[in-house]
């Protein structure tokens, strides 16, 4: 299955409900453990530790969501909002990487979405770059969160990017919790082995190396180019620790290149979850 990514309603809702979401201004919040940001299904808020030598600043954004509502992998399936983090460019910082936990197929309806029902925390780290005056860096956190309808949720933070001081206990134990939830990267005992696309660009091939005594049931995620998510696949194949599999990608634009493109494989086998990139060559 792909989607193309949209805002959508799953029940009528004011069009002033949204107006007012996507054009009120958030309001930054500043500390080591910022202020929790609301909306009408949750909350959020940053934490984050002291920075490196280097300038390096590792972080997490805390989800929590209202009972019933949801929020969204890197792409979210048929519909929805994937999360984004902005930095001000004026603050002198660069965000270097956002990771995601371990997401599951959320069934609502005729609607599959890809992402969390639960409270969830997102990794990622900013190198705070040599030579700027600023003491702050000022970002933008913009989720989806959804239960009949999906409301865009934006909030702005500051972060110090020299905290002057260690990193508390709630601050160290709160990023390493939001670490430990990230699927593992591939290694030698489970991988993908190859892949390609179709000439005709409606088939996307995976070869993967399963990890020892690996059930059956494989569960297997495909984030595309931006917009797009596969979670079907078709014709799947099992001998011993290999696993063939297509999935079908018929919805990319007739004018899409995947030449030099970066896609992302999430693979979920029995208690282990590998996530791979899929970088196709120039």
Known sequence: MNAKLSLFLRAPVPLLTIILALASPPVPAQADITQWETSEGGRMRVVSLPADASGRIEAALQIELKPGWITYWREPGEAGIPPKITIDPSSGATLTSLDFPVPKLIENGEI???GYDASVSLPFVLQAQPGSDEKNARLT?????????CIPFEASFELRKDHGKAA?????EAVAAAKVALPHPPNDDFKVQNFHITPDKTLLGVELRLPENAPKETEIFVAGP???AYFEPQNMVRDKRKLSFYMNIKGLPKSYNPRGQHWTIL???GEQVMEAPLDFPE
């Open 112 to 114: 599959s979405d890809i």
């Open 141 to 149: 956190a913009f989720i989806g969160v959804c239960l009949n309808i």
């Open 168 to 172: 508390t206990q709630d601050e160290t």
């Open 226 to 228: 931006s917009g797009y």
């Open 267 to 269: 693979v979920k086998s």
